[in-house]
């Protein structure tokens, strides 16, 4: 089975590029939400902390 994967990886061109975009691509992501995080405004957060703890039986009755 190794054999197989390591033939095939390199018969593939310029291949040893792949890890670097797809470290590049999880490190904008990662960056993006914990910039999204920090401009986040106080009230949004305390919204959401409180979620959890919302009654959710008067939401149901009304389906």
Known sequence: MLR???HN???IGNVEYFPI???VLF????L?????????????VAE?????FIDQSKDNQNI
């Open 48 to 52: 959401m902390s409180n979620l959890p």
């Open 21 to 23: 975009i797809s470290l």
């Open 9 to 11: 990886l390199t018969t």
């Open 32 to 44: 993006l939400v914990v910039i999204r995080v920090i401009k986040m405004s106080k009230s949004s």
């Open 27 to 30: 490190s904008l992501f990662f």
């Open 4 to 6: 197989f994967i390591k």
